[in-house]
């Protein structure tokens, strides 16, 4: 039986990652979850220097999910390197660096900065809805999203993942302009805009106002999105949003993506990511199925 | 090391209106220090997160601790429906605790506030359980409360000097913990705290102004507990050890901070 895909070269022994910015860089899971087992650990995205991000409050659960605006809080690339990638280093799985930035400069300062380090992909933040400049600005519109992919393909030396956001009218006019500019692939989808309003103190839930919604509510969505994005690029797609167990991460398997990520239901059950995994072979031994290639886009 | 981890439940009961007193039996017990906190499950399907709840008591020759909350939303309702023989998902032991060293002969006041009280108990137990060069000179309580619901205050008598404040002055001060303090005249080197933010904020001031330490156990919205999602932090007065920021995870260096790093 094969669990193992390809993604632009880069070989996993399964199709299971975390999604950034719920799995911290596997040192904070390290207790829960044998990291070796993984497919891929996607780390929190990492801009150039240090950013404080948002003020609290910076979460608020919502029915079958959860609110988020943390605002892409990160330690900087130096110590990501020294003490992050260090970490990982241990560890038989792929690491997949999120890189995000205000500013193009700032995303290619990161790449470079990863050029010589033990990093499988890159995958490029480019839909955070919970920072003020750069990242979603790149993420919604197809010019600014074809403008930052190629300049970021032009100097990286790790395949890259464009990650896409959710909050755009066509996911698959994004998917076709990160394709053309040159991405290895795409993931799909990060956080929905959403709001929460607080009766009993008639005020917002989140100090940001609005958030990034994520947990089982956006599942549906992101099945659509993936399978949408999928029939309209030729380049893989790793397929995420409110995967709570193995039949959700087959959904988008089914759907077109090639790899699947657990995000917010980390949060619910810190061993989801093993669950999915062990939930995925049983499935094959059920129906028979001799490689997890055979079921991408099945539907 | 953290686990999720399955608890049985002991016995419930109702302290005060609205906070409940939960004792369960889990493994947990073993390594659980005062000022710590266990993340709850609720198991209802719309819910995502744990909620988390201080460890008010630990029993460890019955591998027990005793959780004492107040319902705030649908998830802590749902926690008074258990009862005794019934099962709970727990998340633990989660955060640091109290630093019980920095209390070696010293006059320790604890403060608590409100649901900032339970955390507490066990806080004050463990001070005045000390022994030789660890001992604290002396050990006092002082809690505040809305009303005359003032649960937990006669376990807190029994291993301490307690003074109590209330809201609507129905017993003790009338006023907060800080009035207590001073009309008491309470002499404190160190305070160990948990209460709402405003209370907090207010011991940080009288322990500059006195030349007390203090160490405050702060609240946040939090996800996950175990300090990857960045949720719950707090300000400091100086870049942080692990975000190279100035913001500190209350879930994994927190709970408790020493006041001076806070940046409130």
Known sequence: MNTAVEIAGVKFKNPVMTASGTFGSGMEYSDFVDLNRLGAVVTKGVANVPWEGNPTPRVAEVYGGMLNAIGLQNPGIDVFVERDLEFLKKYDTKVIVNVCGKSVSDYLDVVERLSDEAVDMLEINVSCPNVKEGAIAFGQKVSALFDITSEIKRIAKQPVIMKLSPNVTSIAEMAKAAEAAGADAISLINTITGMKIDIHKRKFALANKTGGLSGPAIKPVAVRMVYEASHAVNIPVIGMGGIANAEDAIEFIMAGATAVAVGAMNFHDPYTTINVIEGIEAYMKQYGVQDINELRGIV | ?264
């Open chain 2, 1 to 264: 090391m953290k686990k999720k981890t399955e608890a049985l439940v002991i016995s419930q009961r109702i302290l005060a209106e609205g906070i409940y007193d939960l004792w369960l039996e889990t493994e947990l017990a073993r390594d659980a220090k005062p000022g710590q906190f266990v993340g709850v499950y609720p198991v209802g399907k719309a819910t995502l997160l744990p909620r988390p709840i201080s460890i008010c008591e630990v029993d460890a020759a019955k591998s027990a601790i005793r959780l004492v909350y107040r319902v705030v939303g649908s998830g802590t309702a749902e926690f008074t429906l258990y009862q005794p023989g019934d099962n709970m998902t727990i998340l633990g032991v989660l955060g640091n605790g109290f630093p019980l060293e920095a209390a070696a002969g010293k006059r320790a006041v604890v403060m608590g506030g409100g649901i900032g009280v339970p955390p507490l108990l066990e806080t004050a137990k463990r001070l005045s359980n000390l022994e030789g060069g660890e001992k604290p000179k002396s050990v006092a309580a002082v809690m505040g409360y809305r009303d005359a619901q003032t649960f937990l205050s006669g376990e807190f008598e029994k291993v301490s000097k307690l003074h109590i404040a209330t809201e609507d002055g129905s017993v003790g001060t009338k006023g907060n913990v800080l009035d207590a303090m001073r009309e008491e005249a309470i002499e404190a080197d160190v305070i160990f705290a948990c209460g709402p933010m405003p209370m907090l904020k207010a011991i940080k001031s009288f322990a500059v102004a006195n030349g007390i330490k203090a160490y405050l156990s702060l609240e946040e919205r939090m996800a996950c507990g175990v300090g990857a999602c960045l949720g719950c932090v707090c300000k400091t007065t100086k870049v942080d050890e692990h975000s190279h920021v100035k913001n500190a995870r209350i879930c994994t260096e927190g709970p408790v901070f020493d006041a001076d790093d806070l940046d409130l």
